[in-house]
Structures are given as structure tokens and as C-alpha cells.
């Protein structure tokens, strides 16, 4: 049986995925199973990536899922003692898995998940620790207002110390324990689903954890994508499900993106501001919608 089993989402980019791979082949000693979720690959990189890497397990999903359905297919079938969630846009120039494997087992038995530091590529801190996501705190982040790089009780803490929730990009946590929660919640399509798991896992009497002397990089994307339109709608409507749709939250969302959809209305017509008046005009709709994030998404999508 292996030590730990690797699940990596990959959305038809081996150009990232292989990098990616590669590192983590190099840098962990620890025995390991990986499993790779071809999400929507074409016929030709699908062959590449088993030619390439004869030793990763892939699991084909060739039908419209969101992040926690894709990871959820691999995960269900994991071997190992621990689950190591990973993003593909990301590197390791250090043995990640090794050192937060050993931290785990040193750590309480209440202790069922870790997470390292995540650096973007500039060397700047994404998220080294996470406090829990109120909805205070979603109205402050909605404006911008939140800076997860500010020391706190929760975050920003030299070693290993006790956190609340997690970051999606990467964490190491018990298998026995991510099967008892039920894996993630497939409700979500394009996040909060690691925050949900860290909430639900504090609920359930389990401590999370971050070590900041392991550290791994995140390509993480700032640019605005082509389907924002059906992207933003999706990601509101999860967060919605999530803090109990409270109808203070959906009103407020609905008022701030009609300012939005006002101001890119003035706006030159560039193909970007028409966009963005779109996403906010969709996002409008799902204030008080009862869709799924699923339902949600492919609609905006297809117009």
C-alpha cells in the first residue's frame, strides 16, 4: 500500500501538468500512487501524458465537472494512508510530501490535515494559514478588503503551527478522515469546497495545520478569463450555499455588482469592460436564484 496517494485535476494543459510532475517525482522520497484526472484532454495529450509518465494512474472525465467532482473521482479510489491534493500549475523545488507527511504523524491524532506555505511565482505569500471564512469576512473579501498575508491568530506564523481552513492549491490530509467527511462537498463547482472541507473538519473535532518551512510555488492565473461570465456566477452561488444563503449577503451582492454593471455601462465598449458588465448583470441573477453552481455555470456559458 502506498504512503500517500497524489491527486492532481488537470484541464487539457500538460504544458503545466508535466512540470509539474516532474517535480514531484524528483523532490519526495516517500512511497506514492498519483493519480491524474484528465479533464477534458484531447486524444493526442491524453496519449502523451501516459507515454510520458507510465507511472501516474489516469482517470478520464470527459463530462462537464467541477473541482470537487474531478478530484472526488480519483479520491474515491485512493490507496494510500494520506490524500495529497495538488493543483497542476504548481512546483516543487523541495520534498513537500515528505516534510508534511512527517509533520502529520508527529502532530496530535486530532490532526487531519497540513498545508505549506503556497508562494506565487514572485516569491510573494498566497496563503500560509487560513482563518475561518465568516461572512463578514466574505463581504470584506468581495471588496477586496482581505489580505491573507497579514499576520493573525490563523495565518502568517513561523514553523509548524495550528490553522483553521485550507487552500485547494495544496494539502496533505488522512485518508480515513477525508473519506469520513465525505470527501469534497460536489454542491461547489469553482471553490469554496477547501474552505468547506477546512470548516467541516474543525466542526467534526479535527484540527488543521500549516508549516511555513515547506513551501511549494503557484502559477496562479490574475488574468480575467473568457467565460468570467459563467465562472463568477458559479463561484458566487457556492459561497451563497455555503454561509446558509443569508439574505443580508444576497442583497448586498446584488446591489454592489448593479454599481457594477453602472459603471462598465460608462465605460468605453472594449471587449474586457463588456465583459466584465455581463458577469456582473449575471451575477445579479444568482443572488436570488435557486440554481446549482453547476446549473449556473453551464447556462451563462452556452449564451
Known amino acids: 500500500m502506498p504512503e500517500v496517494s497524489i491527486v492532481i485535476v488537470c484541464m487539457?494543459?500538460?504544458?503545466?501538468?508535466?512540470?509539474?510532475?516532474?517535480?514531484?517525482?524528483?523532490?519526495?522520497?516517500?512511497?506514492?500512487?498519483?493519480?491524474?484526472?484528465?479533464?477534458?484532454?484531447?486524444?493526442?495529450n491524453l496519449q502523451e501524458l501516459k507515454e510520458k509518465f507510465p507511472w501516474v494512474k489516469v482517470v478520464e472525465s470527459?463530462?462537464?465537472?467541477?473541482?470537487?467532482?474531478?478530484?472526488?473521482?480519483?479520491?474515491?479510489?485512493?490507496?494510500?494512508?494520506?490524500?495529497?491534493?495538488?493543483?497542476?500549475?504548481?512546483?516543487?523545488?523541495?520534498?513537500?510530501?515528505?516534510?508534511?507527511?512527517?509533520d502529520l504523524e508527529k502532530l496530535p491524532e486530532h490532526a487531519a490535515a497540513i498545508s505549506p506555505c503556497i508562494c506565487f511565482a514572485d516569491g510573494r505569500v498566497q496563503t500560509c494559514g487560513r482563518a475561518p471564512w465568516t461572512v463578514w469576512r466574505y463581504v470584506k473579501?468581495?471588496?477586496?478588503?482581505?489580505?491573507?498575508?497579514?499576520?493573525?491568530?490563523?495565518?502568517?506564523?513561523?514553523g509548524?503551527?495550528?490553522?483553521?481552513?485550507?487552500?485547494?492549491?495544496?494539502?496533505?490530509?488522512?485518508?480515513?478522515?477525508?473519506?469520513?467527511v465525505d470527501w469534497f462537498d460536489e454542491r461547489f463547482f469553482f471553490t469554496p469546497e477547501d474552505i468547506a472541507l477546512g470548516h467541516k473538519l474543525n466542526d467534526a473535532g479535527y484540527s488543521v495545520w500549516t508549516d511555513?518551512?515547506?513551501?511549494?510555488?503557484?502559477f496562479a492565473g490574475g488574468s480575467v478569463s473568457a467565460i468570467e461570465a459563467a465562472i463568477k456566477p458559479a463561484r458566487v452561488r457556492g459561497s451563497l450555499l455555503f454561509y446558509g444563503e443569508p439574505i443580508g449577503l444576497k442583497c448586498f451582492i446584488w446591489c454592489f455588482e448593479a454599481l457594477r454593471v453602472c459603471k462598465y455601462a460608462f465605460l468605453p465598449r472594449s471587449p474586457r469592460n463588456i465583459l466584465m458588465r455581463k458577469t456582473a448583470q449575471?451575477?445579479?441573477?444568482?443572488?436570488?436564484?435557486?440554481?446549482?453552481?453547476?446549473?449556473?455555470f453551464i447556462r451563462y456559458r452556452n449564451e
Open 12 to 44: 487539457n494543459r500538460p504544458d503545466i501538468l508535466f512540470p509539474c510532475l516532474e517535480s514531484i517525482k524528483v523532490q519526495n522520497t516517500v512511497t506514492c500512487e498519483c493519480w491524474v484526472v484528465a479533464y477534458l484532454f484531447s486524444p493526442g
Open 62 to 102: 470527459n463530462e462537464l465537472r467541477g473541482f470537487s467532482e474531478n478530484n472526488n473521482l480519483a479520491l474515491t479510489q485512493a490507496q494510500g494512508k494520506y490524500c495529497f491534493i495538488l493543483n497542476d500549475d504548481t512546483l516543487m523545488a523541495m520534498p513537500v510530501i515528505d516534510a508534511l507527511v512527517r
Open 141 to 158: 473579501h468581495y471588496l477586496h478588503m482581505v489580505d491573507e498575508t497579514r499576520p493573525s491568530l490563523w495565518s502568517m506564523k513561523p
Open 160 to 180: 509548524l503551527f495550528r490553522t483553521y481552513t485550507l487552500n485547494g492549491a495544496c494539502f496533505l490530509i488522512k485518508t480515513e478522515v477525508f473519506r469520513k
Open 212 to 218: 511555513a518551512d515547506v513551501d511549494i510555488t503557484h
Open 282 to 296: 449575471n451575477v445579479m441573477q444568482t443572488a436570488f436564484s435557486n440554481a446549482t453552481p453547476k446549473e449556473l
